[in-house]
């Protein structure tokens, strides 16, 4: 599904969140999300157990989410039997189904957190309201933001737009208060309320919401694989749909609630809100995301998950109010509907149960899933060479690739994977197509040194592929095909001027040697500014070449230093630290003085 392999220990999402240079597919310099960070500290729970800690999420994730809503329901003033109902409905709902069979961490997650931030109205506030509330606030919708990124945008860009609508209001009366001392009698109470209620939550998130801001369409992603939805017609019935998902066929209970509270003149601003996000999912659930090493169709969960908090309270208190109306009028469409509703809410949640049971189980998450990559080639990736593998799956009628550096993808690797150079991606095209007779020659300068074919095997691709040159057939097993890349080079590598090709032994990232040769250094990664190559102490500067990748000119020989610089990203780091604490500082209760 959407969820990557869970290997490691806590310690490993906190070291990957903390790396500015980032081994996967071809390299990456991008800031890795906050949701790893809290992953991690919230691990803790199974003692830093991340794949454990993930399993349990997700095996409790019904009756948490039950939990959850129940003790928000009371909150709101609804009896015992009213808010377990509420509570079942909200556990079967088609969204929270669909993200434990897809893998969607982060919309499980929100799905955990949105009943409690909804019920404590953190969301509710005036000029008199004080700031600890308002910290306390934007700490919680920072928290959900760092696991959906659409949220995030939609909470700031909101406070942002109502922000900037209140000064247009009061226009005049700034106009009229133009000094800096006047202006500063002016009461600004509700204004620097909204304002900081907007920038809190991506000054947490700082500085992997920056990347949002300067990338708009990595809004659309979600934490994890791009794993596409269902079609129109399943999200019509407020069902995000999508692989192992939900049938249609078992109707939706919150698309008669949507109606109940569009139609209620108590609750019409919640219906019209919830309307408004459900016309949004339904406007952005046709748009392809290309993200995240891969492409994927814009996951609506997230949107429809707001939905649903909002409406079962006000369903279930409508449903309250009217009983006693019920009871004493003659029989009447009031009696029908509300009979009509019931029924539905039984059928639903009896027919997903059913479901679950017999169908539902078999889902795109499993527990110790076969390796993607062959055992020789994962063995060959802790060697100095360090080499790529091209891999090939077959999906359909298309043919899907990624690029591996000899290990499965890993929790937190899609989100931190940019995209290839164009060089590597039209000679993937050509390879495909059968017109790349230079594509052996492109992908071994960028040090892949092997393509592997998954099943099931594409018997015409693999015959395109045996018959152009440079890709020799090292091996065909019953989990697929695997080539070697004549003539590629290792990940680090020096030509002399002779044009003879020495291999540097490199780790991971960085290098530490000594060489006796003079030439061109290559690097077999994208192109970054930040590599640094100290030789003998002194600085090589990095170069561009003309495919793409870094390169440093080596005079002589010496003590050969090669690492990635940095500094910005302890820099960012250490920011994000400061206003964490800062926040959590400012949104804790203050102490009692002592007399």
Not at 191 to 209: C, D, G, Y
Not at 430 to 439: F, Q, R, V
Not at 481 to 501: C, E, F, N, Q
Not at 512 to 524: K, R
Request: glycine share 10%; net charge positive.
């Amino acid at each position: 599904g959407a969820l990557p392999i869970a290997h490691g220990g806590a310690a490993d999402l906190f070291s990957k969140f903390a790396q500015s240079w980032h081994p996967v597919s071809m390299g990456s310099a991008s800031p890795s999300p906050t949701w790893l960070e809290i992953t991690g500290v919230a691990s803790a729970l199974t003692l830093g157990n991340i794949s454990f800690f993930i399993a349990t999420l997700f095996f409790l994730a019904p009756a948490v989410a039950f939990i959850a809503m129940y003790r928000s329901l009371k909150r709101n003033g609804l009896s015992v039997r009213v808010s377990s109902a509420g509570g079942v409905i909200y556990s079967f709902s088609p969204v929270l189904i669909n993200s434990i069979n897809q893998g969607r961490l982060g919309t499980l997650v929100i799905a955990l957190l949105l009943p409690s931030f909804t019920s404590l109205r953190l969301y509710v506030f005036n000029s008199r309201t004080n700031w600890r509330r308002i910290y306390t606030t934007g700490l919680f919708a920072g928290f959900i933001g760092a696991f959906s990124p659409i949220l995030l945008i939609i909470w700031s860009t909101s406070l942002l737009v109502i922000f900037l609508i209140s000064l247009f209001v009061r226009r005049e009366e700034i106009k009229a208060n133009r000094k800096f001392e006047d202006l500063i009698n002016l009461n600004f109470d509700i204004e620097k309320r909204i304002f900081a209620l907007s920038l809190v939550p991506l000054l947490l998130n700082f500085p992997w919401s920056g990347t949002l801001l300067l990338h708009p369409t990595q809004i659309l992603l979600q934490p994890g694989l791009p794993l596409s939805g269902g079609s129109a017609l399943n999200l019509l019935f407020m069902n995000p749909g999508g692989v192992s998902g939900v049938p249609i066929w078992i109707f939706s209970l919150f698309l008669p609630f949507l109606f109940v509270a569009l139609f209620s003149r108590k609750f019409v601003k919640i219906g019209l809100f919830t309307t408004t996000l459900f016309s949004l999912s339904l406007f952005l659930s046709p748009l392809h995301v290309t993200g995240h090493g891969s492409v994927g169709k814009f996951w609506t969960g997230d949107l429809l998950l707001v939905c649903e908090v909002l409406l079962i309270p006000v369903a279930l208190q409508i449903f309250i109010e009217l009983i006693p109306n019920l009871r004493g009028s003659r029989l009447g469409l009031g009696h029908f509907v509300s009979g009509f509703v019931s029924l539905l809410a039984i059928y639903s949640v009896i027919s997903t149960g059913i479901w679950l049971s017999l169908v539902g189980g078999n889902s795109e998450v499993k527990s110790g899933s076969p390796n993607v990559i062959p055992a020789f080639i994962t063995s060959l990736s802790e060697t100095a060479t360090r080499p790529k593998t091209l891999v090939l799956e077959k999906s359909g009628t298309s043919t899907n690739y990624f690029i591996t550096r000899g290990s499965d993808l890993e929790l937190g690797d899609p989100d931190i994977t940019v995209g290839n150079p164009p060089e590597i991606d039209s000679a993937v095209d050509e390879l495909i197509s059968g017109t790349g007779i230079n594509s052996s020659k492109v992908l071994g300068l960028y040090g892949i040194q092997y393509v592997y074919m998954r099943n099931p095997i594409d018997q015409g691709l693999v015959r395109t592929i045996d018959g152009l040159g440079g890709f020799v057939r090292s091996s065909a097993t019953d989990s697929g095909i695997v080539w070697k890349v004549a003539g590629s080079l290792p990940r680090l590598s020096i030509k002399d001027a002779l044009g003879t090709v020495t291999k540097v032994d490199a780790t991971d990232i960085g290098a530490q040697t000594q060489i006796n040769t003079l030439g061109t250094v290559t690097l077999a990664e994208k192109y970054d500014g930040n590599w640094r190559l100290l030789l003998s102490g002194k600085s090589i500067p990095v170069s561009h070449s003309a495919i793409g990748q870094p390169v440093f000119d080596v005079p002589e020989g010496g003590n050969f230093v090669l690492d990635y610089d940095g500094t910005k990203r302890c820099a960012l780091i250490s920011t994000q630290g400061i206003i964490f604490l800062s926040i959590l500082v400012l949104a804790l209760p203050a102490g009692r003085r002592r007399r």
